[in-house]
């Protein structure tokens, strides 16, 4: 039946009535004709790249795994594709498992061992993945065993039920973090072609994997602050490997206890500039500030006295103290002398000064007050200019012994520490356990104590030339103590520092305690003398040997043409010593 006007009017207001529209378009009593244009496209990448970026943000969280492997297979449309990473340290050219908290295995690393990159890859891999950053695959794992019958990486991944695989470099700034591996079980699955996929998810991996690499070396970091103190550059990498294997147990949720460090068969150098009459200077300088004190606290109580006649505030028996004080003094300054006087002032006269109130006197007790100010006061002034002296000296030996190390690392890399006393020392300790990934020679060691022979002259040249500028023109002694065998060094956890291990390494210690008071064999002369060098050894061996440094210095104008041959004294314990001594040219 057509539609009427009145039914077009109808429909036209009940838009929502399906019954009266049903009524007036029953069932096949109309026919819709046209066409459409449609476009159509794959999704499934991008939608996959999408839901990856949401899953990285949560690593860390349980069923990141199967979260990962799904969004893989959809890319790829296999149903059992499985996903691994792998790490990989520069500095050791080495792979490792997973260290992000084992969220993915490794199908690559045998029984998830650390293993070396060279070994563990053929030729090809280790050129396309670790020099050239790109891509490897093979889409028949078996036709390149045949091929490359001596690779471990494919009868690795054979093993494994593994036949065809992608290994994609993580790299961020040209920095390879590891290795993500895409692994199927049939061949043909995955090969060169539809490894370009990945190049749509590999940037947002590269960003999450140095995130997780920094979080990762702050942890590490951490612990090496918290259970090692600062560690020298050149032994970090063990103490790096052992605070990650803390942090890797830690994160599977397994108790671990730190293992020691220690570093086996290195040889020792020891070396020190010794600042002469270092105490000396010292007791003068706190008798004259003392004296200083004295008289202007003397003078103050006169005041004193002069408003409190036959007082309690006249401080009768102090003043003669105080003028006992002075004589004292005036004939040098005994032990425990400083610590008395301080005591006594502080106790029987400055508590009672402070008390004082009367306006006429207390501009001048104010003024004896502000002069005990150790950084400006004038009761501190020539221990200030001691001070001070010895802080000039010891900074510009430590820059030159400090600056001198980059050449010396250069030679080998080797642990150094330095210490600042009356003086400087330093200890070094060279060997192939300290830097096993290069190749240690008794060269190398022999290179080593020219440097510190060269250094040391250099250092007494460089005070030379500072004296005239101290308030406190110190003078110093330079001593190398050469140890003819190799030892073991432990660290110490409860000390934070390196120290000798074992009581047959133990004697390198004690000696080095000892020499630098030791007096020539039979006389009251000390083997350091001012303006001179002085080389203690026990061999004949270490004697020629440093002869030759000797002359090799006295060529370059180091060191006087003389060589005094010495004994060294029996000392508590250690007999036999035997030294050099050359003068150092200024």
Not at 60 to 87: C, M, Q
């Amino acid at each position: 039946m057509p539609l009427t006007p009145e039914d077009i009017e109808h429909l036209l207001n009940n838009y929502d009535d399906v019954a009266l529209w049903k009524e007036k378009f029953p069932e096949e009593s109309w026919i819709v004709k046209g066409f459409a244009i449609m476009t159509l496209f794959d999704a499934t990448v991008e939608n996959a790249v999408s839901i990856l970026k949401e899953k990285l943000l949560a690593i860390s969280t349980n069923g990141f795994r199967e979260a990962i492997e799904s969004i893989f297979r959809s890319i790829y449309r296999i149903p059992d594709l499985n996903i691994g990473f792998t790490v990989f340290n520069e500095d050791e050219n080495k792979f490792s498992p997973d260290t992000f908290g084992q969220q993915l295995p490794s199908y690559i690393l045998p029984e998830n061992h650390h293993e070396d990159a060279r070994k563990l890859l053929c030729l090809d891999s280790y050129r396309s993945i670790i020099e050239r950053k790109v891509f490897f695959a093979v889409s028949d794992v078996s036709e390149f065993l045949k091929k490359n019958p001596l690779s471990p990486l494919a009868k690795h991944l054979l093993d494994q039920q593994i036949k065809s695989f992608i290994l994609a470099p993580v790299v961020k700034d040209d920095h390879l973090f590891g290795v993500m591996e895409v692994v199927a079980f049939r061949t043909k699955e995955l090969n060169s072609i539809n490894a370009n996929k990945l190049e749509v998810v590999m940037p947002f991996l590269a960003d999450t994997i140095e995130r997780l690499s920094f979080g990762l070396q702050n942890q590490v970091q951490a612990v090496i602050q918290d259970k090692y103190t600062t560690i020298h550059e050149s032994v970090y990498w063990k103490f790096r490997d052992e605070a990650k294997r803390l942090v890797y147990e830690q994160q599977l949720g397994r108790e671990y206890t730190l293992k020691e460090i220690v570093f086996p068969d290195v040889y020792p150098l020891y070396g020190q500039i010794d600042i002469r009459g270092s105490s000396e200077a010292r007791n003068l300088s706190v008798q004259k500030d003392l004296q200083k004190q004295l008289e202007m606290l003397l003078s103050l109580l006169e005041k004193v006295n002069d408003f409190y006649v036959a007082g309690d505030n006249a401080f009768l028996q102090e003043r003669q103290q105080i003028n006992d004080f002075s004589g004292s003094l005036s004939v040098g300054l005994r032990e425990g002398t400083e610590l008395y006087i301080s005591n006594y002032l502080e106790n029987k006269i400055h508590t009672r000064l402070k008390e004082l109130n009367n306006p006429d006197l207390l501009p001048d007790i104010t003024s004896y007050f502000s002069e005990m100010e150790r950084d400006t006061g004038i009761f501190h002034d020539y221990r200030r200019k001691y001070e001070t002296s010895i802080t000039m000296i010891n900074d510009k030996l430590s820059r030159i012994l400090d600056t001198g190390q980059k050449e010396a690392q250069s030679v080998f890399p080797h642990y150094y520490e330095r210490f600042k006393t009356d003086g400087v020392e330093h200890n070094l300790y060279i060997g192939h356990s300290i830097s096993p990934a290069l190749e240690f020679g008794i060269k190398k060691l022999y290179e080593l104590r020219l440097w510190q022979l060269r250094v040391l002259c250099e250092m007494e040249r460089a005070h030379y030339r500072l004296k005239p500028t101290l308030a406190y023109p110190l003078d110093v002694a330079t001593l190398i103590m050469v140890y003819h065998s190799s030892i073991d060094i432990r660290f110490k956890m409860d000390e934070k520092r390196f120290d000798v291990d074992g009581s047959y390494n133990i004697r390198f210690e004690v000696v080095k305690k000892r020499i630098d008071k030791a007096n020539i064999k039979n006389t009251n002369e000390r083997i350091t003398q001012t303006g001179k060098i002085v080389i203690v050894y026990s061999n004949e061996a270490d004697k020629l040997e440093y002869i030759q440094y000797i002359k090799t210095l006295q060529a370059e104008n180091l060191l006087e043409s003389d060589i005094e041959k010495l004994e060294v004294e029996d000392l508590q314990g250690v007999s036999g010593l035997k030294a050099l001594r050359v003068t150092i040219v200024h």
